[in-house]
């Protein structure tokens, strides 16, 4: 049986589908709605938020011979050829490997040319910063006087380096990172309609991990999928990752809070022959101890971390042991050792003096 990466398949087709973005997403619909089309457009925002995707619905959508709530119907004969990648109407270009000025006075010469399925011919150019200066001047003079069936669609991830001439003549969109839960909603959502079996813990790790991106949150999610043939557990999704068992760095911040060098020094040497990267467990490390910082200070803590039960009630009690100035000198003692890691050709000697330094930060305040 072929697998249909979960990205791909459960990429959505209207506004409505469109997860975390609906500032943007309800402003479209109603441009459909009421017939009141731009003619170029700036979508903003971090790689995986829906720039791409948002496109080409809002592409079918003003194309569409009877939009359904300002979104492609799906079924017309519009709908069903522009959603084909051959279709000459919709036309995706990246500005990464077409930034030179020829190749946007080639579209100039096109856009002369009405469309041939629907109203709208409509470009969407991604990494439209990438274009070179005599590029941008090129594209300008289209986006000045833009024949009537066109729509251009510039997206970009760092809207900085765009001349102001370009963002003066374009309406725009910042899409937002997406928020953790909005994420998790969405990766239940898709479990459950694939037959998916999953731990709720393991979705919020993958939620957490996916750092805001619908994209980077299914393909951590595909991963994790395919390794647990179909059954998403919370070790399966640490494994996938390869991060480290919230146990083992509760043990490890146990034993600095103890004192105890030689249970630390053993510990540490155990999860090195278990194949632990050690960048990854001064990464864990840092965040464990910032996650102790956010319990001990914040009433609301758990909107803002992501871990299991038994071991919340195990920080919680840690939290009782540490100040915040032993917790913020137990962070730059990590967040050392992840600067230097790279550089050094012991690594482990690097995380268990960090390990005592804390150790003995504790015994001094
Ligand atoms: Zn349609």
Redesign the pocket.
Known sequence: MSYLALYRKYRPQTFDKVVGQEHITKTLENQVKNNKISHAYLFCGTRGTGKTSVAKIFARAIN???PVNGS?????N??KQLSQASNMDVMEIDAASNNRVDEIREIREKVKYPPVVGKYKVYIVDEVHMLTDSAFNALLKTLEEPPAHCVFILATTEVQKLPATILSRCMRFDFKLIEQNVLEEMLKNIFNDSGIKYEDEAVAFIAKEGNGSARDTLSIADMCVSFGNGNVTYDAVLQVLGVNDDYKLCELVQNIIDEDAGAYITNINDLVKDGKSLSMLARDMSIYFRNLMVIKNCKDYKGLIVVRKDIENRMLQQTQSVTNDELTEFLNEFGQVELNLRYSVRPQLLIEIAGLKCMKIKKKI
């Open positions: 569409c011979e009877n492609p119907c799906g079924q017309c519009a709908c």
